[in-house]
């Protein structure tokens, strides 16, 4: 069973920036894509961004390109998400998620997903 551990989380302004870390104790990381998604209170959880297993390639949800950066250190079994410029509406519970294969598929990127983080907080006050 992998296990995904978020941290980085955290109250910020409007403008500011955080940067989020998703350790995994799978021994299949290096070989599994891996993303980011948020859920603000009252909605559902949507995507923000994915990462193959190389790093080779990315893909964002609109609402955060050219603010955010998905990246990976197979050697740490860890993803980062660097937050920057950001917004009230990027205020949300973000979990980290470990997809089953190597690669995502942009056009359904909610799919092949074999396990979750517990989440962490991040609030952006205007």
């Known amino acids: 069973q992998v296990q995904l551990v978020e941290s980085g989380g955290g109250m910020v302004q409007a403008g500011g920036s955080l940067r989020l870390s998703c350790a995994s104790s799978g021994r299949t990381f290096s070989s599994s894509a891996m993303g980011w998604f948020r859920q603000a209170p009252g909605k559902e959880r949507e995507f923000v961004a994915a990462?193959?297993?190389?790093?080779?390639?990315?893909y964002y949800a609109d609402s955060v390109k050219g603010r955010f950066t998905i990246s990976r250190d197979n050697a740490k079994n860890t993803v980062y998400l660097q937050m920057n410029s950001l917004k009230p509406e990027d205020t949300a519970l973000y979990y980290c998620a470990g997809y089953q294969g190597f690669t995502v598929d942009s056009a359904t990127p909610t799919s092949g997903i074999g396990s979750w983080g517990q989440g962490t907080q991040v609030t952006v006050s205007s």
């Open positions: 990462i193959n297993w190389s790093g080779g390639s990315r």
